[in-house]
């Protein structure tokens, strides 16, 4: 597709279920990003994958925060045990890979836990 | 640490009038600044970078910054505003050791009186 997609568009889960998003960046970025942004503030980072290898994941809150892009392309951001203060939008980005700054944004997932 | 401090959490502007969105920020070392545009169920976009070259940036739709290293300061000015700026912004500052791992600001959120 022309730009970064994300699905689904919108979750609502309640608190203690298991939750995945998915993002399919633009075709030939080799590096995709994760960030989470919560009402009224700016996004923050949460991973960042060169390739199929996270390059760097010190932006995951804790251990029921993980994100997988097992071929390189699709990336799969996936929470356990959801709980209320994960209720966020969560950006997915892509860019080339080429130290540029500029990361292509998706439209957000935005997830609600009850 | 690197962030970045947005002053102004909402600013008002007449269609046709200037427009100053200001931005601080904090770096042990020279920094890669950037202003992105969120618009309503909307992908962020980058509007402009500076990466150590002039330090007067200009980007899209009329907008400009001016890097100031003596006030530490990357302010996003437009001289005249137009409806369609209406949109949230947001003032990043970027680690480009290994990755791109870019730190927003809060974001100002722009309104337009016709």
């Known amino acids: 597709g022309a730009g970064v997609s994300q699905t689904p568009s919108n979750k609502v889960t309640e608190k203690g279920k298991y939750v995945e998003l998915r993002c399919d960046p633009i075709?030939?970025?080799?590096?995709l990003y994760w960030y989470r942004q919560s009402l009224g503030q700016g996004p923050e980072f949460l991973i960042y994958?060169?390739?199929?290898?996270?390059?760097?994941d010190s932006g995951l809150p804790n251990d029921r925060f993980f994100a997988v892009r097992p071929e390189g392309s699709v990336s799969t951001l996936k929470i356990q045990r959801t709980e209320r203060g994960d209720s966020a939008v969560y950006l997915c980005?892509?860019?080339?890979?080429?130290?540029?700054?500029?990361?292509?944004f998706g439209e957000g997932s935005r997830l609600t836990v009850l | 640490a690197q962030s970045v401090t947005q002053l102004d959490s909402h600013v008002s502007v007449s269609e046709g009038t200037p427009v100053l969105l200001r931005c601080n920020y904090s770096?042990?070392?020279?920094?890669?600044l950037f202003w992105y545009v969120q618009h309503p169920n909307k992908g962020l976009q980058l509007l402009l970078k500076?990466?150590?070259?002039?330090?007067l940036v200009k980007g899209i739709n009329g907008f400009e910054a001016e890097f100031k290293k003596s006030e530490t300061s990357f302010h996003l000015t437009k001289p005249s505003a137009h409806m369609s700026d209406a949109a949230e912004y947001f003032c990043?500052?970027?680690?480009?050791?290994?990755?791109?791992?870019?730190?927003f600001g809060q974001g100002t959120r722009l309104t337009i009186n016709p």
């Open positions: 990043v500052v970027s680690d480009f050791k290994g990755a791109q791992k870019l730190v």
């Open positions: 980005a892509s860019s080339s890979g080429l130290n540029t700054g500029e990361l292509f």
């Open positions: 994958f060169q390739g199929t290898g996270a390059a760097d």
């Open positions: 500076y990466t150590s070259a002039a330090t």
């Open positions: 075709s030939g970025h080799t590096a």
């Open positions: 770096s042990s070392y020279s920094p890669s």
